[in-house]
């Protein structure tokens, strides 16, 4: 068990890595926006959180790489101390991207000693999570470098293979489900987040769930219908956010001489009909839904039908804002502040995107972000 | 019927008139926030309600009083054509208040003519909505009246009468409920609004709450341990919501040389102990549930206790945020903006206040405002 | 001497009071912008400066009307302790507007006994002060009177017989004058603020000075040869200015259906291209001046020509920054806060408005504000 | 001529190359706010300056390096067209610092082929302005440097035997000036910026000028004696800014366990009390200034002074609004942009600093900041 604990170690550490490979030292430093954080931050960052939560606490005698990175890369642990603001990230420069390598290297190194010997079941799951936590900002990662890259007039490829938003549905119409008691939850005995369990009873409605996610072809009917200028298909806040933004399209597209294109992390491309819609808000999916006449699915209609769809391309939007489960109980010191005090005023994303590192997600992960954010790789499935 | 609706327009219409005698015309005006509304839109928007729903559509050759009211009056109906910016409600100072009251009386002369027609049911039914909506702007009206007098040095008294906060619990100890499948939404006959509907089963787990509500004393404790300055409470946007607002009491709450005090319609008045909590945001409310190791009741717990519960001197804060129910529609036209277009970022309160006109709530009705409010006379019920 | 003053001090007291004759109670109540005062706040706050500046010193005995007074009717003089935020002018209710006429009564009858007695140089200068004062308070009502009816759609009318922005211009041509030195400031024996002195030489270059002011006809051809639209005739901050607010005419104008209006206190009127253009910012002047290939005058040319000038119908942009004259020394006590604090970003204007109390200008006097404000009856004289 | 002007070129670029030597790449990319540019930025902005204004204009078949640069590296010329948004400068990592090189280098070898050649007048006044341009960035770049740095806990050192804040009066007392005509404005016949001509009189009162400036030793007094607690001290919105940022000491002055250090580009040091003060704002030299019971200079004082002042160490606050000299004319295209539209709400500065490249800076040489700014090396000169 030790054994596999530490061969997941490697992978997950090295995979972060590989993912940095295309980068230049310039592209590990900015912050464009307080949500996002620069590459060089995520590195030091999953790193602070094996040396916080491990290796001070469980290693004796461990000697900390360097006595300001607590404060340098904790990101919202209250509990933890002190922090840097969160919007200076991108102003950091020191210490540079080498020495966050060698802050890598060298928890690495003890981490890896640190499996090699017998593990409690407490220690065993700190570090799963500690795992996981690093999968999530993998995908944060690249959602950043994304939205920094797209505000460079050069539109900067990170790799010229991968087109990462031209996913195409495999599967056509509709799936029905009957007003039931359904069991949601997570059920196994493997890894979930504190906000996946307990399992528990929700009855649910007769609802036909589609088999297919929007197009970009058909959102550009929506587009094309005015649906950015018809008030009645959004949400009053919704509407005002359209308006104080101009939002026109997904986030990345650019009109251009008349013809619709798209930043992808492999550059700017004309705009593919057939591929999934990605990168809209909860209020644009909601908007595109009643102007179709449909709905979002709920969490719990998502997680019910999930054995029946083809996920993982996109998060797909629900209608459910995030709140705790039955029973959710907010675990003890930093670990506690992992999921419950976020559980105000976001909604709930279901499934998994082509960014998303392979395993990580499942039927009942729950994502989260506020309804108007969208540099999330979303996309909207419909419910009648 | 039609005699009943006459006579419930006739008192809805004069309690609004009787809600303002204490008034003099300087109070009519002032807006202190853009959340709130002077009296004399208040008195006017309801009135526009009539005229514009009900008059110019089923009164045949009813002539407008004065063609800029639609303008001038409207909230937020975008349907109902262009409307002056919110936030500059008081700056108005014509029409005058005088020409408002004339205005109500000429549509309530109409009005009054107009109800004794025999009426559709559709019209009847618009004529309640009608009189639903102003006694919710009877309440809005007292809301926005104590938070303006609030912000005055003099704290002046609009009811010496009224300490419209000293409300005392009836009953102690806690209710049990067992896991079962309940029954949502209004299921009667009479008026409700289209939020409260269509009734629908949800599944319940075992839960516990109390017949008491929170009171002075009790939330005082939380101040005195600390409450306001410890993170750990709290949702993370109710902490910097604390932290950038230095909220350290409820609202109206005063320390003054070492005593605590709170504003109340009838003025500035020693805090009572023993009287329940009023005016806490749902961020407070669920920080000092949280410090007591319980939580808040979902919605739907609470409506399946309300038949046991001595409900209606608070609006008692939910953990439930505002969606819409099972098969939720939004009607056509300007009636259908009255509450699907808010179901984002809002939290529901359930129950009822004192200052809620008597007869206006009900165990279904869902009140709703966003987590960082609270001029709404919002009060805690915690579940275990 | 006292009893020309006592003669002075009922002429300006009573002035204030006859501008308020057309008002509404409602019209004293709001504040539309940080900048502008209610008028209930004018008639207190003139009154004020006596009760604290002169009774409360100087008469023995005198009991205030009201201890809050001071707090709610105190500017900007931290000297004489705390003051009501001033953004919160407009959500005061109480005291009532009767009240305040309450209080102006009682201040005035005690002044009139008080200046019956026999008065010291200081004291006598200090009530000219507090005269000058309300003098300015005069015009800062109407001014803020305007700014707030304006924004009501039904664009009141304050007097039907005044139509404050239509003056025309009785003089034509240019004035040259030598280069010299001239003398500057105040050199009479009357009263004069502490900005205008003392007296001083300045050394002028040869100038030519345009006996008129700038027209509305002639401003708009500035609007219809794009002047708002080109970057190149502003000040770098007067662009984003204009870009960040849509400026695209003077303020007050309104096009309707394709014809020029403005609003002025008789009500909406069609503009008059022969009248003097007014209620332009620094920006505004300036962009003019650079587009004609002239200049602003400083306020040494200004006041150097202003013999020969027929000035006093618009407050007159200079390019003069607000800075203090040699040897000016700031007053010991709160009356020394009266000039001297604003000497920064705020930009001189010299002559008087339509709306300027008669004798209250002379030729040194220095009016002053921010380059972006415009709610003053400013205009344009150009130099080259 | 143009031999000496090639010297002059390759001695300025290699000047500022030589500036970055410490840097690392990471120290390039950030912008701490928007008033401060990259390092990067800078080196390819001044770059721009010399292929946009010369090469493009004056080398028949000059091909630009890279189409996109005058978009992505032009700073404010608005007549050079569209351009990047300045707050964004710290978001772009492409081009890299090494295509930035190679950028420089490739309009080096560029420029040099075409400085060989005879000039005209015209385009050796461009190439000159060019050069100052290029020093004042280099000033920029230290600046900008040294504030982004200050923000990092780890507190970097820009270059260890530079202590550039540690300079000492070499003089004492005071230098009297009689009343009379001075000649402002350059009279010689090399460079200088549009702004300091035409030569013209002003007339001066007597004065008496301090031959030191104010040390950290003597500002500390004025903290100590609660300078920034104390209004009356204060411009009025100088008091604002104090409150509304918390102002307690100049910038990049830290209190640590009690005792004062101020961090410099040699890193953080214990306060030297000898050290002219430097990083105030002009709101702080005002209030300094009239704590002492003296005055700032205005910037006609410093000049007629300047000849018998020891200066060069500090930008020396003056009390003049930065505007333009009588005659001054605004240059046609691009480089008219370069002072004129300036000349609003901000404050010359005179002299020179330990920071400011040697040879650039003279006597009538007019700096110029808003009056909240002190990033740059600002220092302290009183008058009485």
């Given at each position: ?23 230049n ?45 607590n404060?340098?890369?904790n ?63 993998q ?32 599967q056509?119409?509709?799936l ?9 939850g ?8 504190d ?66 294109f ?11 009909p ?28 998502w997680?019910?039908a ?18 705790a ?31 998303t590192p ?6 009942t ?20």
């Open positions: 068990m030790a054994e596999s604990l530490a061969a997941s170690f490697e992978a997950v550490r090295q995979r972060t890595e590989a993912l940095c490979s295309p980068l030292i310039e592209d590990y430093i900015p912050q464009a926006v307080e949500f996002a954080s620069p590459p060089r931050w995520h590195l030091a960052h999953v790193t602070w959180f094996f040396e916080t939560m491990i290796l001070q606490k469980y290693q004796p005698d461990y000697q900390v790489f360097h006595e300001d990175f404060f340098l890369f990101s919202y642990y209250q509990s933890a101390g002190e922090r840097a603001v969160r919007a200076q990230r991108g102003v950091m420069t020191r210490p540079t991207v080498d020495e966050v390598y060698q802050y890598r290297h060298y928890v690495d190194q003890h981490m890896i000693a640190f499996l090699s010997q017998p593990l409690t079941d407490e220690v065993s799951a700190l570090v799963t999570l500690g795992l996981n936590h690093e999968q999530q900002h995908e944060l990662l690249l959602m950043d470098l994304k939205y920094v890259f797209s505000l460079n007039p050069l539109f900067p490829v990170y790799d010229a293979d991968k087109n990462l938003v031209a996913d195409h549905n495999t056509q119409g509709w029905s489900f009957g007003e039931d008691l359904y069991t949601i997570y059920q196994g005995d493997g890894f979930c987040f906000n996946e369990v307990s399992p528990h009873k929700v009855y649910l409605q007769d609802f036909e769930i589609s088999k297919s996610l929007v197009t970009n072809g058909e959102y550009l009917e929506f587009i094309e219908a005015g649906g950015y200028q018809q008030f009645n298909h959004w949400l009053d806040e919704g509407w005002s956010w359209v308006q104080a933004n101009e939002i026109r399209a997904p986030l990345y597209w650019h009109k251009i001489d008349g013809e619709w798209y930043y992808t992390l492999a550059g700017l491309k004309k705009l593919d057939e591929s999934i819609v990605c990168h809209v808000s909860y209020y644009e999916a909601n908007a595109y839904a009643a102007w179709k006449g449909c709905r979002l699915p709920t969490e719990f209609e997680e019910a999930s054995g029946a769809l083809d996920w993982g391309t996109r998060w797909e939007c629900t209608s459910s804002p995030y709140q489960y039955p029973g959710f109980c907010i675990s003890e010191g930093a670990v506690g502040e992992y999921n419950g005090k976020f559980m105000i005023n976001q909604m709930v994303l279901r499934g998994g995107a082509s960014v392979a395993g990580h997600s499942r039927p992960y729950r994502n989260f972000f506020h309804p108007q954010m969208r540099w999330q790789f979303s996309g909207i499935r419909l419910v009648k």
